[in-house]
């Protein structure tokens, strides 16, 4: 059974950059058949994509933050990752790793990671 | 502002049939698929419906449709245990973008 779990430091200072991994355990991120993306959750909000990565690298970013987020994959650890620079305290949310198809809908989610932004 | 549209709220007592819509546009819900979250007191998202099918150890008293740019989440048979936020997703081929809808909260009476 395919399982996701994120991992990562739970505070970031302003206008750091937050990292954040996706360990992803009974089953390939090579596999053809599907994207690896993130979400996020802001307290007491709704939720929003960040981005999704395929097995051959091509990513599709949130337009509203595109300039901000790196979505990688590091196939030898069966990981993936999120970068997001220049972080602010709008950014402090649940993080969510997640397993898409093709139309890169989330169908599996990791249990979330809680990140807050603060000096 | 959302790019597709649910209620805010949604109420029905246990055993009541109940449906949750998501409206969007032809650029999204007209032409993809749409997948369901159950999120329980900000725990994380569980998928409960994605397109027609539904998901392993989703109970069958779940189903989705589709019509034009509105899809539905039909809970049939309500039970105490489906009081969540449910919200809507799909892909948006005009914005690039995974788009979701605002969120529904669900309380069973």
């Known amino acids: 059974q395919l399982q996701l779990q994120e991992s990562g430091p739970g505070l970031v200072k302003p206008s750091e950059t937050l990292s954040l991994t996706c360990t992803v355990s009974g089953g390939s991120i090579s596999s053809s058949s599907y994207y690896w993306g993130w979400i996020r959750q802001p307290p007491g909000k709704g939720l929003e994509w960040i981005g999704s990565i395929y097995y051959t690298g091509s990513t599709y970013y949130n337009p509203s933050l595109t300039s901000r987020v790196t979505v990688s994959l590091h196939t030898s650890k069966n990981q993936f990752s999120l970068k997001l620079s220049s972080v602010t305290a709008a950014d402090t949310a649940v993080y969510y790793c997640?397993?898409?198809?093709?139309?890169?809908?989330?169908?599996?989610w990791g249990q979330g990671a809680l990140v807050a932004v603060s000096s | 502002q959302s790019a597709l549209t649910q209620e805010a709220s949604v109420s029905g007592t246990v055993g009541q049939k109940v449906t949750l819509s998501c409206t969007g546009n032809?650029?999204?819900?007209?032409?993809?698929?749409v997948g369901w979250y159950q999120q329980i007191s900000h725990g994380a998202p569980k998928t409960v419906m994605f397109?027609?099918s539904l998901p392993s150890g989703i109970p069958d008293r779940f189903s989705g449709s589709k019509s034009g740019t509105t899809a539905s989440l039909t809970i049939s048979g309500l039970q105490p245990e489906d009081e969540a936020d449910y919200y809507c997703s799909t892909w948006d081929n005009s914005l690039s973008a995974v788009v979701f809808g605002g969120g529904t909260k669900l309380t069973v009476l």
């Open positions: 397109g027609n």
């Open positions: 032809s650029n999204n819900i007209g032409t993809y698929a």
């Open positions: 997640s397993r898409g198809g093709l139309d890169l809908v989330a169908t599996i």
